[in-house]
């Protein structure tokens, strides 16, 4: 996150998230010390205490790494002002805090994907195991998911990303998104039916994921036409996401054989050296391509009964200055 704004007294104390790459200190969830090594002032304190939850928030509603740290600076600036004896709960408020900044920019967001050049994706997250071991918020964060989340209304998002994801009390996103509670219920029940209708279908658990992506790897580093088509289904559809700076399928590809075959030509005509790393990316198996030794693309698939349906090529660099380090994802 950038540097909020520094200042004589504790309380302004720059306070950043562990996904930015500035350390502040080596403060962790729970437990915080300032500069000097003594404690933080009660604010400083609630806030890194909950920063990963807070940038976890911020993410799965704008799917951009980027604009959740600019939303936590936010957060914070806001915070700083409160009047911590009139706060009840202080995780409940600084997830309130959170959500309208994030429903904010998720509007503003929404104006800049109308003009983003060729298909807009989710900013890729290198994530720790513990993310791939909660289920829930494995899937809540996975690059298919957050395309389903795409199709909802800001509101829809923010109250079945709190609800859903989070399990917050029905009063508690109410008065995050500034709705009546009967509005609120409403709205997560149309969401849920939203969702449920385009979420992929039949589970597949980390080892298949895992054989899956090997098969799929093998097949493209080998040339191998047919074992491609044998892990893809027949309407798998590929998405590119080059930001229009880096060169990307500007339109969705749709049907193995399409897939398959510009997949295999698109490598044979390249000139370099290039490597698959297999990661976890938003909590499932993906895959890293470097050419030459450089980050070039993340490949994150979706998977129904078995099958990769869908498979998300992000090339944009500006998408990929997260991918040095894990991030921490928190519910």
Not at 281 to 304: K, M, Q, S, W, Y
Request: net charge negative.
């Amino acid at each position: 996150m950038r540097e909020t704004p520094q200042g004589p007294n504790e309380r302004e104390k720059p306070v950043t998230s562990e996904n930015s790459g500035r350390e502040q200190g080596d403060a962790t969830e729970g437990t915080a010390a300032g500069a000097d090594g003594g404690p933080l002032d009660p604010a400083t304190d609630a806030f890194v205490a909950h920063r990963n939850l807070l940038f976890t928030v911020a993410y799965e509603m704008l799917g951009s790494a980027a604009d959740a740290e600019d939303v936590l600076q936010e957060t914070w600036l806001k915070w700083a002002e409160v009047d911590l004896d009139t706060v009840r709960d202080r995780r409940a408020y600084l997830v309130r805090i959170t959500t309208r900044q994030a429903l904010n920019r998720l509007r503003t967001l929404g104006r800049r994907k109308e003009s983003y050049v060729g298909s807009w994706l989710p900013e890729p997250l290198l994530t720790t195991p513990d993310v791939a071991e909660d289920v829930e918020l494995a899937d809540s964060v996975s690059t298919a998911m957050m395309l389903v989340l795409e199709t909802l209304s800001p509101t829809e998002r923010a109250v079945f990303v709190l609800r859903e994801v989070f399990e917050l009390d029905y009063d508690e996103i109410a008065e995050a998104v500034d709705k009546s509670l009967a509005a609120v219920r409403q709205t997560v029940h149309r969401a849920r039916a939203h969702v449920a209708a385009r979420r992929p279908r039949g589970e597949v658990s980390a080892t298949e994921s895992r054989k899956a992506l090997a098969a799929f790897q093998r097949a493209v580093e080998t040339g191998d036409l047919q074992g491609l088509l044998d892990v893809l289904s027949p309407d798998v559809v590929l998405l590119g996401d080059g930001g229009g700076i880096k060169q990307a399928v500007l339109r969705p590809v749709i049907g193995a054989d399409k897939v398959a075959r510009l997949v295999l030509g698109g490598l044979v005509k390249l000139d370099v050296e290039v490597r698959m790393d297999p990661a976890q990316v938003n909590g499932h198996p993906a895959l890293i391509i470097r050419l030459d030794g450089e980050l070039d693309t993340v490949v994150t698939v979706r998977f129904d009964d078995g099958r990769i349906t869908g498979l998300y090529a992000v090339r944009n660099p500006e998408k990929l200055t997260q991918m040095g380090r894990p991030t921490t994802l928190h519910r």
